[in-house]
């Protein structure tokens, strides 16, 4: 089975207000169309770990390779186009765009990549929304809609462009049980459909619905777990 | 991709209307008050200078009082005796002339100097004017009044009167108003003209005139050259000074001095002759240019400020771009952009505005003054002004967009993230 994502002896410190170790020799490795999820407790370095994944954070020691792609030492240039092309990043809090409609929201990054014609896009887009089941939202302002609204919006704007990985940082973290219960079919449905994921959650039932389940504890892997996959 | 850039660019600006609208009247408002201060002050600058202009020649030749007068013994001592040394103690003029020698020469030459479009000869004496007890002293000069009117614009300068009539009256004379206003003498009247060695003339006041100058309407008095040198008993070839018109007035210090060393007179341009004034107009300008730059920086730093609070403001959303691949040039584009259409607009309203408002002052009536001939307050419209103030404006709001965007750009977008 092809890695998707492999880390190695990843070393990662905050130096203020003192010296911390937050990451110590991580090591670990995704595979394709699987579904990864990083729980542990507060502080524990596990959404740390995965901003260094995302590549959002560079200020670290051991290598980073995505897709066959070594992302170590690339310029923050590269890492965006990169990160553009390959990373489809989801929130805890959404992190849409307020004055931009929804529809806008999920075309950016699209937009950005720019690979495809804009009518492309604005077919796909709406495509991704419909799957969210956010189609009819389409045209309203980002900032018009509620929380958990927000959080599908954002999925089908990490969606957009076919990434080779979706990271998630806490997706279910910000949100009421009913729309947790939605955002947990979705993930579930993106895993059926052969999606590479690795998401940090505290939600124990999130975790057990994944494919495997990494708990860490001060900064390292405590322990992996196989979980059955679902049904 | 620029498109994509642009896009969230103005998105954004429209999103905030109100925060845009101020931000372009912050330009607006520097770039309207600099077009407003910088024609008002250079109009006035101008209209002084004009002033200056319309009442002193650009070249003015006379025959300068020497304190030299070693030559009046040397005929005596050095021709017959050889080295022979004669000491005079504290010399006394003796025998001024205060005339010009071989004037016809000098002008017929002068007229044939390619840099010279215009002379008039001239005889200026001081005098005292008598109206019943009222005695003042000033300067009365003889001219030619046909060529009087090629150098400066006398007739439009007139409060009363017309300097032709000086050809058609017996004795005529023009009158400084503010001369005129002491001895309160009109049109019609006659005042009396005293020299300092005594002799005396009667004259009819036919005009009085109005540069605008103190220095000048308090003493001045314009007649015939012939009333003149019959008042000083002199001859009809007794000139004291030439009056020269240049083609271009910003060679008269070079052209006045090889006048002096051509002429052996003394040659005077106009700088010098008003040295005081264009001190002032010096200290005039630099105040003009301070005060419009302080003016513009002032309205930068609104711009400065405006963009830096916008981008703070838009901290999350950067972080959100960034992480879904925007690169930092993409942001800086991003809020350049934003800049750049705040300071265009700006510019535009600002020139409108600046404009309008210098309009208006230029038609505010000016208190009348005995002293200053103005109708209006001097405004001078001049294109040069509206250029400049658009190209500082640019520049002013590029770099208040371009700091914060070049912040923006480098942002940690974890460091946002992460709260």
Redo the contacts between chains.
């Keep these: 089975m092809k890695e998707i994502l492999k880390a190695e002896n990843l070393h990662k410190y905050f130096h203020d207000p003192d010296e911390f170790h937050v990451t110590n020799n991580i090591s670990l490795a995704v595979n394709e169309s699987e579904f990864v999820t990083l729980i542990g407790k507060s502080g524990c370095g596990k959404?740390t770990l995965l901003?260094l994944l995302?590549t959002?954070?560079t200020d670290y020691k051991g290598r980073i390779q995505i897709n066959g792609t070594t992302v170590t030492g690339m310029t923050?240039?590269e890492l965006?186009?990169?990160?553009?092309?390959h990373i489809g990043?989801i929130?805890q809090f959404h992190?849409?765009?307020?004055?931009?409609t929804v529809l806008?929201n999920v075309m950016?990054?699209a937009?950005?990549?720019?690979k495809l014609d804009i009518g492309t896009i604005e077919n796909n887009a709406v495509d991704k929304l419909d799957q969210m089941g956010m189609k009819s939202y389409a045209l309203k302002l980002a900032s018009k809609l509620s929380s958990g609204q927000q959080q599908r919006v954002a999925i089908a704007?990490a969606l957009i462009n076919t990434p080779s990985i979706i990271m998630a940082d806490e997706p279910t973290g910000n949100l009421d049980s009913v729309n947790t219960g939605i955002i947990f079919d979705i993930f579930k449905n993106l895993a059926q459909q052969g999606n590479s994921i690795i998401a940090v959650t505290h939600d124990k039932d999130f975790a057990a619905n994944s494919d495997r389940t990494i708990e860490m504890a001060d900064g390292r892997i405590h322990q992996s777990i196989n979980n059955q996959k679902p049904v | 991709m620029q498109g994509t850039n642009l896009d969230i660019a103005k998105i954004q600006l429209l999103s905030r209307k109100r925060q845009t609208a101020i931000a372009i009247l912050g330009v607006t408002f520097g770039i309207a008050m600099f077009i407003l201060m910088i024609s008002f002050m250079k109009g006035t600058n101008e209209f002084l200078l004009e002033a200056m202009l319309s009442s002193t020649p650009d070249i003015h030749i006379f025959n300068d009082i020497k304190t030299d007068y070693s030559h009046s013994i040397t005929d005596e001592y050095f021709d017959t005796v050889p080295h022979h040394l004669a000491i005079v103690h504290h010399t006394r003029p003796k025998n001024i002339h205060k005339n010009l020698k071989q004037v016809n020469e000098i002008i017929t030459d002068l007229k044939n100097n390619p840099a010279v479009t215009a002379t008039s000869p001239l005889v200026s004496s001081h005098v005292f004017f008598n109206c019943g007890p009222v005695q003042l002293n000033g300067v009365v000069e003889g001219v030619d009044i046909k060529e009087q009117a090629q150098l400066y614009d006398l007739a439009n300068k007139m409060r009363t009167g017309n300097p032709d009539n000086l050809l058609s009256a017996d004795n005529g004379i023009l009158l400084g108003q503010g001369l005129a206003d002491k001895l309160n003498v009109q049109m019609g009247n006659s005042v009396t003209l005293y020299t300092p060695s005594g002799k005396f003339m009667r004259f009819n006041v036919v005009g009085t005139f109005q540069f605008g100058i103190g220095l000048v309407d308090n003493i001045k008095a314009i007649t015939n050259i012939n009333n003149v040198q019959q008042l000083l008993g002199q001859d009809h070839g007794y000139i004291t000074d030439i009056q020269v018109k240049l083609k271009n007035i910003r060679e008269a210090g070079k052209q006045a001095t090889l006048f002096e060393k051509r002429y052996g007179y003394k040659a005077e341009d106009w700088k010098s002759a008003n040295s005081s004034l264009m001190a002032t107009t010096v200290v005039r300008d630099v105040l003009t240019y301070v005060v419009s730059f302080a003016l513009l920086i002032v309205a930068g730093f609104g711009i400065y400020n405006i963009m830096n609070m916008t981008i703070m403001s838009k901290m999350k959303d950067i972080a959100i771009l960034k992480a879904q691949g925007f690169t930092g040039k993409d942001i800086i584009t991003i809020f350049l952009s934003q800049s750049l259409i705040i300071g265009v607009i700006g510019s535009v309203f600002g020139i409108i505005a600046g404009f309008l408002l210098s309009y208006a002052v230029s038609r505010i009536p000016f208190p009348p003054s005995d002293l200053v001939s103005l109708k209006f307050f001097p405004v001078l419209f001049e294109w040069r002004f509206y250029i400049l103030a658009v190209g500082f404006g640019f520049i002013t709001t590029l770099i208040a967009g371009l700091m914060p965007a070049i912040k923006a750009s480098k942002l940690d977008p974890v460091a946002i993230l992460r709260g």
């Design positions: 959404s901003y995302a959002l954070d923050q240039n965006a186009r990169f990160r553009n092309e990043f929130f992190f849409l765009l307020p004055e931009f806008h950016l990054p937009l950005k990549l720019n704007r």
